[in-house]
């Protein structure tokens, strides 16, 4: 295996679905499409992770979350492990050079043992590629060292941090680096601020101040560009968004710009369609504007659905993660997901997880109670991790775009349009 790894692993997938004309133009821009990543990232450096949710509906292939603080490690397949360790390796030689020690402050909730299961498995990866990690907790009811057993066979250990000066470390462990797991949807923590050592991501990254719509906007002109590059419609690949300013679901206040919001991306959304000849019915997602884990989400095919919202579901739209109330909100173009999982064929979409530029694997989540034009990120979700395609280690164009070594290929590609927004947000508070 190389001594970097490649930018993109080629892997299998069960699906057989009728494939994109777009996937096959990636293909054959190949060579301008790596040039190009390679001259972005030289301008500006990419976030230490990054996981992306993407949806493919057949006629486009568009990112609709992109999370910088990723949970799900463990449902990556072990064979890809080996490019995860080079990948934390070359990340963290950039940020930090002379790192041997790392500290992780995950999220505070310890009874999530899906969660503790991604922890253990992304501190094992740092473990791997020779470095003495620590778990720091910011919960205060951690006060001394606490191990947890998970199924499966792990364990972890949390330990509470200490600032010590313009330090933070835990007892003689004093780290170079201070990697966050944790989102911040409760705020920035005091113990972190103002401290010497590199946090990654920066605080101001953090669902209390961070916003999707920030976000789009930096996608909707990276897409922009690259859409130049290889000559395409950027509507392939970018999902229509408009923002609403302040609401509240509960008093019904701000309801009147949500509906007109709606009624103008729908409007958007069908005339796309009538250029394409898309035989489907538009829908929009109306979710938080800051806030994570599939909390603060609806869709909706019609302004009277948003109109006739019941006290349930206003309950439901009004906070976020730990509670955070819901006063922004995005609406978004609803890209259909066809793809499906199994002799059930399940709904799924694809999750792709990248660490530094390089894609090192992902996972479908699948949901089986849920429709093409539904959240899947809910409770029910189950996930399938991708596996390596062999013997293939290189696209190959000629095979077409079906064959194992590039079914995923245009999956890393738009996963990295979407790290590069991310990337280009954390520069502007650097």
Not at 196 to 217: A, I, Y
Not at 381 to 392: G, M, N, R, T, Y
Request: aromatic share 8%; net charge negative; with cysteine.
């Amino acid at each position: 295996m190389s001594a970097i790894p490649l930018p993109v692993p080629h892997l299998t997938t069960a699906l057989n679905g009728p494939l994109l004309q777009l996937e096959r133009h990636l293909l054959d821009q190949q060579s301008a499409i790596e040039g190009w990543f390679r001259r972005q990232w030289q301008q500006t450096s990419a976030p230490f992770y990054t996981s992306v949710d993407l949806r493919n509906s057949g006629f486009k292939l568009a990112p609709v979350d992109t999370n910088l603080f990723p949970a799900g490690f463990n449902n990556l397949n072990p064979a890809l492990i080996p490019l995860s360790i080079q990948a934390a390796q070359a990340g963290i030689e950039r940020i930090c050079p002379t790192a041997n020690q790392i500290l992780i402050v995950p999220e505070s909730h310890t009874r999530n043992t899906f969660y503790m299961e991604s922890i253990a498995a992304l501190q094992d990866i740092l473990q791997k590629a020779g470095f003495t990690v620590h778990l720091g907790s910011l919960s205060e009811e951690i006060t001394t060292a606490h191990s947890i057993e998970l199924p499966s066979g792990r364990s972890i250990t949390l330990e509470p941090l200490e600032r010590v000066g313009n330090r933070v470390a835990i007892g003689d462990f004093s780290p170079c680096m201070i990697l966050l797991n944790n989102d911040l949807s409760s705020g920035r923590p005091a113990i972190l601020e103002n401290i010497e050592q590199e946090v990654v991501p920066p605080l101001e990254l953090g669902w209390s101040k961070r916003l999707k719509s920030d976000h789009f906007t930096h996608y909707r002109q990276i897409a922009k560009e690259f859409s130049e590059l290889i000559q395409i419609d950027p509507w392939l690949i970018d999902p229509l968004f408009l923002q609403c300013g302040e609401i509240d679901f509960m008093k019904r206040e701000g309801e009147e710009c949500l509906a007109k919001n709606v009624a103008a991306l729908l409007k958007s959304i069908q005339h796309k369609y009538d250029e394409y000849k898309i035989d489907k019915e538009p829908f929009v997602v109306i979710k938080a504007d800051a806030g994570t884990y599939g909390m603060g989400v609806m869709t909706a095919s019609s302004v009277e659905e948003v109109q006739s919202l019941n006290r349930k579901q206003r309950t439901k739209m009004a906070a976020s993660k730990s509670g955070a109330n819901v006063s922004k909100v995005l609406v978004q173009e609803g890209v259909y997901t066809f793809e499906t999982w199994g002799e059930a064929a399940s709904v799924t979409e694809p999750v792709v997880y990248m660490i530094d530029h390089f894609v090192v694997g992902g996972f479908y989540r699948v949901h089986t109670r849920r429709g093409p034009n539904e959240n899947l990120n809910a409770p029910g979700a189950h996930f399938e991790p991708l596996a390596f395609a062999e013997p293939c280690i290189a696209p190959c164009p000629e095979m077409g775009p079906d064959a194992n070594a590039n079914r995923f290929y245009a999956y890393g590609v738009i996963a990295r349009l979407a790290m590069l927004a991310a990337a280009r947000e954390i520069a502007e508070y650097n």
